[in-house]
């Protein structure tokens, strides 16, 4: 018998999200689908010079707060082990409360993800990229689309890190 958590069970808001980056660093993008009910919404983003991890974090920080209802818990299908580990495991509540934090990879958008995540309930689970499940082929194809297509953003905090701003 398998039992389901109780936060399955309750209404829940699903945001599925991937990143992409053509170069590491090179253009980017994240996309994103949020999904209450029958109520569906896709959002993507493209940037001029960022990395991979940089688009994976903001595509479920860009979802989140996309989320106009805070009180509905969500559950976020990733395939980025990066963001799944680093809440999951609690690396990240490690991390901002070390004097060098600021020093850390993305600091910028783990301060911007933590923010927006302790004012809602939020679940994670990770899924196999490229292994045909549907939202998560959806997101890489917005990711992708975004990286390649534009309009590029700059992004200011790689960039600014970089020394390119």
């Known amino acids: ?9 309750s209404p829940l808001i699903q945001l599925f999200t991937d990143g992409s980056s053509r170069g590491n660093p090179g253009p980017g993008g994240y996309g994103a689908i ?3 009910g029958p109520h569906e919404k896709e959002i993507s983003q493209g940037f001029r010079l960022t ?3 940089r688009m994976e974090l903001l ?3 860009v ?17 980025s082990k ?3 580990d680093a809440v999951e495991k609690k690396w990240v509540f490690g991390w901002v409360t070390k004097p060098d934090f600021g020093k850390k990879a993305n600091e910028d958008l783990w301060r911007r993800f933590l923010k927006i995540y ?11 990229g490229h292994n045909g499940h549907a939202e998560n082929e959806r997101c890489d194809q917005l990711a992708v689309y975004s990286a390649l297509n534009g309009p590029l953003l700059t ?11």
């Open 118 to 128: 302790r004012q809602r309930t939020v679940q994670f689970r990770w899924v196999r």
């Open 34 to 36: 949020l999904r209450y």
């Open 51 to 53: 990395t991979n991890n």
């Open 59 to 61: 595509a479920v920080i």
């Open 155 to 165: 992004d200011e905090g790689y960039e600014a890190a970089m020394g390119r701003a």
């Open 63 to 79: 979802g989140l707060e996309a989320v106009t209802r805070p009180e509905i818990p969500v559950l976020v299908t990733t395939d």
């Open 82 to 84: 990066y963001v799944v």
């Open 1 to 9: 018998m398998t039992l389901l958590s109780p936060f399955l069970l």
